[in-house]
T-cell receptor, first 111, second 112 residues
């Protein structure tokens, strides 16, 4: 079955700097890769996703890149702000099937 | 707003007790899921249901049972609570595409 690894487990950046979180997956058939953000004490929420037929997707300050050959995908946050502090989860799935989540990355944006 | 509601928000119980975690949704989604969150382990799937008559085991179903009482209701029971079931539990729903998960607010279960 699918296995998703995520690095780093914790990440601290200065406000205004960029943050990058990387995930690798094992099943080459996976074709949908969402990212969820969980603020402290709250529920996870989808922030961006990418399908296997696309190499990059952007939404304002966040972007996701996908390298199908290497089986890895990354979340990029630019101009980080305190409200970006949260736990971020990547996931991989074959479309319509269940997600396999990574273990999460705790991002802290320092003022 | 359409939402996913979990009750209770917090529950403390003793080893061996039978309890039920409840989830209801007003999103009109057919697919419902139960996940368990442990620090450093991410979100792991316990059970999922694609409609009222469909129940499937997930990655970590041992020691749990579920019931899909209606399209809008999906409940989870640790069969006989044990301390290693102490965790944060999330219910989630999705439409038929299965792409976007909508999570409930979570239930923190503590088994003493």
């Amino acid at each position: 079955g699918e296995n998703v690894e995520q690095h780093p487990s914790t990440l601290s950046v200065q406000e205004g700097d960029s943050a990058v979180i990387k995930c690798t997956y094992s099943d080459s058939a996976s074709n949908y890769f969402p990212w969820y953000k969980q603020e402290l004490g709250k529920r996870p929420q989808l922030i961006i996703d990418i399908r296997s037929n696309v190499g990059e997707k952007k939404d304002q300050r966040i972007a996701v890149t996908l390298n199908k050959t290497a089986k890895h995908f990354s979340l990029h946050i630019t101009e980080t702000q305190p409200e970006d502090s949260a736990v971020y989860f990547c996931a991989a799935t074959i479309h319509g099937q269940n997600f396999v989540f990574g273990p999460g990355t705790r991002l802290s944006v320092l003022p | 707003d359409a939402d996913v509601t979990q009750t209770p928000r917090n529950r403390i119980t003793k080893t061996g007790k039978r309890i039920m975690l409840e989830c209801s949704q007003t999103k009109g989604h057919d697919r419902m899921y139960w996940y368990r969150q442990d620090p450093g382990l991410g979100l792991r799937l316990i059970y999922y249901s694609f409609d009222v008559k469909d129940i499937n085991k997930g990655e970590i179903s041992d020691g749990y049972s579920v019931s899909r009482q209606a399209q809008a209701k999906f409940s989870l029971s640790p069969e006989s609570a044990i301390p290693n079931q102490t965790a944060l539990y999330f219910c989630a729903t999705s439409d038929l595409s299965g792409e976007k998960l909508f999570f409930g607010s979570g239930t923190q279960l503590s088994v003493l």
